[in-house]
Structure formats: C-alpha cells, structure tokens
C-alpha cells in the first residue's frame, strides 16, 4: 500500500506466531521506498524465524 504520505506499507495476511511477536516480530512494517520497506520485511521475517525455528 502506498499512504498518502508517500509511504509505502506492507502487512502480513497472517499473523506470526505469538512466539515471533513476543520477540518483537511486527505483523506490518513501513518504508520510505520500495527499498526500506523490502528491508522491513526481510528484517521482519527474519526475527520471526530466529524465534520460531522451523
């Protein structure tokens, strides 16, 4: 999504898990670009695996 800021945003369709959130995972991220905001998500997702090991 874009807001009317010019940001761009993106959110999860699902939820982490509680594990993931606990340690700090957010379900929607933000950036200034496509860039920043790629990086949110990555980071994201990152910090969900390290806290829920598949």
Do not use: H, K
């Not at 509680?18 to 929607?28: F, H, K, N, P």
């Not at 990086?39 to 910090?47: F, G, K, R, T, V």
């Amino acid at each position: 999504m874009r807001s009317d800021a010019g940001r761009f945003w993106a959110s999860r369709e699902r939820p982490f898990p509680s594990a993931a959130e606990q340690a700090g995972a957010y379900r929607t991220v933000d950036g200034d670009n496509l860039r920043e905001l790629c990086q949110a998500i990555a980071e994201q997702e990152s910090l969900a695996e390290v806290a829920v090991p598949q």
